[in-house]
């Protein structure tokens, strides 16, 4: 069985984009995400600045949903990175590493078309439920 968690300010700022998601969905013990990109919860308008700033953006979102679903950072066991532009992995993974300092989950990256919208960076992700 699923469950939706809603995440204040965060599931209606995403679906201000107009895309057919939902924000975080638990299944049996797992989270899985959807691809958050980096959106301001409080505005809704999508965080402008360069990959450091866009990336942390991301970040505060994943904690946001994490915490409504009663987990953690330290519960995530896979993401996935999508960037317009793959030179800037360098600065994803500094950013990336300031949440994830030990026992990193697994990860893959991967570079994509710009999307409809003017960010570069999405990050998914799949935790444990619980803390």
Request: charge should be negative; aromatic fraction near 8%; charged fraction near 20%.
């Amino acid at each position: 069985m699923k469950k939706i968690i809603e995440v204040p300010g965060v599931s209606a700022a995403l679906r201000s984009l107009k895309t057919p998601t939902s924000l975080l969905i638990q299944a049996g013990g797992l989270l899985y995400s959807c691809g958050i990109p980096p959106i301001d919860p409080l505005t809704g308008a999508i965080v402008k600045g360069d990959i450091g700033e866009q990336t942390h953006a991301v970040f505060r979102i994943m904690k946001l949903a994490l915490d409504a679903a009663g987990s953690c950072l330290e519960q995530v066991v896979k993401t996935t990175i999508f960037v317009t532009d793959p030179a800037q992995m360098a600065d994803v993974n500094a950013v990336y590493r300031t949440y994830f300092p030990n026992d990193e989950p697994v990860r893959s990256f991967v570079a994509v078309k710009e999307w409809p919208f003017a960010f570069d960076i999405e990050i998914d992700f799949v935790a444990t439920a619980g803390r």
